[in-house]
Nanobody, 121 residues
Framework: QVQLVESGGGLVQPGGSLRLSCAASGRFFVIASMGWYRQAPGKERELIARITSGCSTNYADSVKGRFTISRDNAKNTVYLQMNSLKPEDTAVYYC???????????????WGQGTQVTVSS
């Protein structure tokens, strides 16, 4: 079992910045990739950024050029730097980890509890 704890959400004005963090804890696992998703009211959860163990990244078109995903493998932590925030970025942001259990080599997915990001003047 891997637990993901997110932090860094909050209220910010349009054009502002926030940095989200997601720390993974547990035993006997490795993380293959990590991603950030978001879900706005009345909408489906969408993938906005993903980073592999080798630090290859991909982004949704809606955040490309404004958001940056990074990870610290030693700390099992992934970050999402969000710049030039817009009201349409308002959502609950979730962290997801694609993991492999080292004892069984089985793969599994863990989700964080979500953190609210509100962009408003």
């Amino acid at each position: 079992q891997v637990q993901l704890v997110e932090s860094g959400g909050g209220l910010v004005q349009p054009g502002g910045s926030l940095r989200l963090s997601c720390a993974a804890s547990g035993r006997f696992f490795v993380i293959a990739s990590m991603g950030w998703y978001r879900q706005a009211p009345g909408k489906e959860r969408e993938l906005i950024a993903r980073i592999t163990s080798g630090c290859s990244t991909n982004y949704a078109d809606s955040v490309k050029g404004r958001f940056t995903i990074s990870r610290d493998n030693a700390k099992n932590t992934v970050y999402l730097q969000m710049n030039s925030l817009k009201p349409e970025d308002t959502a609950v942001y979730y962290c997801k980890a694609d993991c492999i259990a080292t004892l069984t080599s089985s793969s599994f997915v863990s989700w964080g509890q979500g953190t609210q990001v509100t962009v408003s003047s």
